[in-house]
């Protein structure tokens, strides 16, 4: 199982930067993914889930109205657009693979388990 996430760098407050994450190794229609974030010395923050199929999503309360989460399942990747940055989103980003195959759950703020998680990419909001 390969996550592999891109598309962070620094941006202005008010930016926009889209996040992807290509996997490999395993059914990605068969998994929810979610979106995780982490400053280091600090908790790991969940911040946006999506179902299987994609029809679902569930966002944190910090980045609900900015970010949105989507997939592409033919090309096996999850995305993460995040609009109007904060200096308070200034984080490493991770997309985490939900551990059970075929769920019908969507990840959210109090159910978001995962298994194999990428090795991030840094996101700066700075001016």
């Known amino acids: 199982v390969q996550l592999v996430e891109s598309g962070g760098g620094l941006v202005q407050p008010g930016g926009s930067l889209r996040l992807s994450c290509v996997t490999s190794?395993?059914?990605?229609?068969?998994?929810?993914m979610s979106w995780v974030r982490q400053v280091p010395g600090k908790a790991l923050e969940w911040v946006g889930g999506?179902?299987?199929?994609?029809?679902?999503?569930s966002y944190s309360d910090s980045v609900k109205g900015r970010f949105t989460i989507s997939r592409d399942n033919a090309e096996n990747t999850l995305y993460f657009q995040m609009n109007r940055l904060k200096p308070e989103d200034t984080a490493i980003y991770y997309c985490?693979?939900?551990?059970?195959?075929?769920?019908?759950?969507?990840?959210?703020?109090?159910?978001?388990?995962?298994?194999?998680r990428g090795q991030g990419t840094q996101v700066t909001v700075s001016s």
């Open positions: 190794g395993f059914t990605f229609s068969d998994y929810a």
């Open positions: 999506i179902s299987r199929g994609g029809a679902r999503t």
């Open positions: 985490a693979r939900y551990p059970w195959p075929n769920s019908s759950n969507v990840p959210n703020a109090n159910d978001y388990d995962y298994d194999y």
